[in-house]
């Protein structure tokens, strides 16, 4: 823990967090989106491509799959609510460090960095 109580942030959790998001179909419109009103899986699949929240159509299994990566890297947090955890999704203070390098559109990953990316998703022990 940091100074002031707060966990602080490695390089190794910004770069993994970073990673991701260049990995991922989410634009930074939906990270925006996320910084202020939480999301849904299902909120996801429906949105309009008009909401420019992914370069590419996403279903709500595959948007989950990514929301729940993005959770375990701690970019992402289920939102609270009267009766405990709901499927709804905000940013955290680690997704803001995570996207402060693009102030414009994330980069998208070459293909090296995605099956890097992709290995540490799905085969982190290797």
Same mark, same amino acid.
Request: net charge positive; charged share 25%.
């Given at each position: 823990?940091? @100074? ?8 190794? !959790? #910004?770069?993994?967090?970073?990673? !991701? ?12 989106? #996320? @910084?202020?009103?939480?999301? =849904? ?6 949105? /309009?491509?008009? !909401?420019? *929240?992914?370069?590419? /159509? &996403?279903? $709500?299994? @595959?948007?989950? =799959?990514? #929301? %729940?990566?993005? %959770?375990? #890297? ?5 939102? &609270? ?5 709901? @499927?709804? &999704?905000?940013?955290? /203070?680690?997704?803001?460090? &995570?996207?402060?390098?693009?102030? $414009?559109? %994330? /980069? ?7 099956? *890097?990316? *992709? ?8």
């Amino acid at each position: 823990m940091g @100074e002031d109580g707060i966990g602080s942030t490695t390089p190794r !959790a #910004l770069h993994r967090g970073r990673l !991701a998001l260049r990995c991922l179909p989410f634009r930074q419109a939906f990270y925006k989106h #996320l @910084e202020s009103r939480a999301l =849904g899986s299902n909120d996801l699949a429906r949105a /309009p491509a008009a !909401a420019g *929240w992914c370069s590419s /159509p &996403v279903g $709500a299994n @595959e948007a989950e =799959g990514h #929301l %729940i990566w993005l %959770i375990q #890297l701690g970019v992402l947090r289920r939102e &609270v609510d009267g009766q405990g955890l709901t @499927e709804r &999704v905000r940013l955290t /203070p680690l997704g803001r460090q &995570v996207l402060e390098p693009w102030t $414009a559109e %994330i /980069p998208r990953a070459n293909p090296g960095q995605r099956l *890097w990316g *992709w290995l540490q998703r799905h085969r982190p022990r290797l």
